[in-house]
T-cell receptor, first 110, second 110 residues
Framework: RKEVEQDPGPFNVPEGATVAFNCTYS??????FFWYRQDCRKEPKLLMS???SGNEDGRFTAQLNRASQYISLLIRDSKLSDSATYLC???????????FGGGTRVLVKP | TAGITQAPTSQILAAGRSMTLRCTQD?????MYWYRQDLGLGLRLIHY???????GKGEVPDGYSVSRANTDDFPLTLASAVPSQTSVYFC?????????FGQGTRLTVV
């Protein structure tokens, strides 16, 4: 089993709709969680950190479920510019190794 | 601000030749990483370094070596390149939580 797993998609989303997807992680000792965005094999860029209580940044909402060992990302009112691959990242405090999921591709269409 | 810089941005390399991919950061981050990204496989960790003078193996270390003589530089060396090492290579550094990426090196081994 991979340490961090994501549905590769693509998620085809009508403009203005809401899309949500999850990322599961296998190591219960994982400490930090992030969502990154990557466009066309350019470098990944931090979208948002994921906090235990859940957090929101504009149209983006991230949630952490430690009991079931997954994090989620929800995008409201999708824009064409939201089309990208969204990477889930998990950091084990011990060893400080950032482990990436394979990414979820989102395609927002007019 | 430069952040994290990789060189070269792209390279075509003959099989059997050696090559060093350069990575430099000016953020004084302790942790640095090398990933490769292949279509359908996401980002895979090659090697990492938690601090100057230490390195560790990631998920796919075979055929690669790294060194961390100082905080700023983390070069990745391919001693004898093979076609399966054709990939996009990303270097990253971390402030202990978030990772920041270089723009990537596109390497083709022929």
């Amino acid at each position: 089993r991979k340490e961090v797993e994501q549905d590769p998609g693509p998620f085809n989303v009508p403009e203005g709709a809401t899309v949500a997807f999850n990322c599961t992680y296998s190591n219960s000792a994982s400490q930090s969680f992030f969502w990154y965005r990557q466009d066309c094999r350019k470098e990944p860029k931090l979208l948002m950190s994921v906090y235990s209580s859940g957090n929101e940044d504009g149209r983006f909402t991230a949630q952490l479920n430690r009991a079931s060992q997954y994090i989620s990302l929800l995008i409201r009112d999708s824009k064409l510019s939201d089309s990208a691959t969204y990477l889930c990242v998990v950091n084990l405090a011990a060893g400080n190794k950032l482990t990436f999921g394979g990414g979820t591709r989102v395609l927002v269409k007019p | 601000t430069a952040g994290i810089t990789q060189a070269p941005t792209s390279q075509i390399l003959a099989a059997g030749r050696s090559m060093t991919l350069r990575c430099t950061q000016d953020m004084r981050h302790n942790a640095m990483y090398w990933y490769r990204q292949d279509l359908g496989l996401g980002l895979r960790l090659i090697h990492y370094s938690n601090t100057a003078g230490t390195t560790g193996k990631g998920e796919v270390p075979d055929g690669y070596s790294v060194s961390r003589a100082n905080t700023d530089d983390f070069p990745l060396t391919l001693a004898s390149a093979v076609p399966s090492q054709t990939s996009v290579y990303f270097c990253a550094s971390s402030d202990g939580l978030r990772a920041f990426f270089g723009q990537g090196t596109r390497l083709t081994v022929v």
